[in-house]
Antibody
Framework: EVQLLESGGVLVRPGESLRLSCAAS????????LSWVRQAPGKGLEWVAS????????YYAVSVQGRFTFSRDNSKNTVFLQMNSLRADDTATYYC?????????????????WGHGTPVTVSS | EIVMTQSPATLSVSPGERATLSCRTS??????VAWYQQKPGQAPRLLIY???TRATGLPARFSGSGSGTEFTLTISSLQSDDSAVYYC?????????FGGGTKVEIK
């Protein structure tokens, strides 16, 4: 059974940094791309970033480009989202999501597994 | 960026009736669309991918259709457990985008 377990979400002040983690199990970790999708309170889903299975290719939403860094440690079956210069509009529940298909010729497809999410609040 | 527009924002349907949810895209995305169901306090759940392929274990009352810029999620006989928000998602190009969601309520 695929499991994704996010952690690291807390209350921080504007301008501060935070690192989220997502520990995975139940699949061959390095074969699959993972993504972060966030959801502001009472709002819809917003894609944040994706990383391929090897960690060599990443894509970011414009709203986080230059502030967030997505990385992975395939030896620990874990991905990380380093979030710098946090703003109030980054407040959201952050979900880790797995591609349904192995990242062979591409990645960033439909998401067949999601974690329970970790809440991030940015407020002074 | 490909914009996904879902309608209606809220849909109220009686048990046993059909629910039809629409998703329109600002560009042709072929069939690179997925649908998710999200219940309060829960993570999204994949329902449909490739516009019309049901995810593993999904009841047959859920179906997806469409291609290009117009897509539909149909729940043929609504059950009380189907009360949720439904999102469409395009994955043909970066940035990945989601629709604003349709909330399905049971009358």
């Amino acid at each position: 059974e695929v499991q994704l377990l996010e952690s690291g979400g807390v209350l921080v002040r504007p301008g501060e940094s935070l690192r989220l983690s997502c520990a995975a199990s139940g699949f061959t970790f390095s074969d699959y791309a993972l993504s972060w999708v966030r959801q502001a309170p009472g709002k819809g889903l917003e894609w944040v970033a994706s990383i391929d299975g090897s960690g060599g290719r990443r894509y970011y939403a414009v709203s986080v480009q230059g502030r967030f860094t997505f990385s992975r440690d395939n030896s620990k079956n874990t991905v990380f989202l380093q979030m710098n210069s946090l703003r109030a509009d980054d407040t959201a529940t952050y979900y880790c999501a797995k591609d349904r298909r192995p990242s062979g010729t591409g990645f960033g497809f439909e998401f067949d597994s999601w974690g329970h999410g970790t809440p991030v609040t940015v407020s002074s | 960026e490909i914009v996904m527009t879902q309608s209606p924002a809220t849909l109220s349907v009686s048990p046993g009736e059909r629910a039809t949810l629409s998703c329109r895209t600002s560009e042709n995305i072929n069939t690179y669309v997925a649908w998710y169901q999200q219940k309060p306090g829960q993570a999204p759940r994949l329902l449909i991918y490739g516009a019309s392929t049901r995810a593993t274990g999904l009841p047959a009352r859920f179906s997806g259709s469409g291609s290009g810029t117009e897509f539909t999620l149909t729940i043929s006989s609504l059950q009380s457990d189907d009360s949720a928000v439904y999102y469409c998602h395009q994955y043909v190009s970066w940035p990945l985008t989601f629709g604003g969601g349709t909330k399905v309520e049971i009358k």
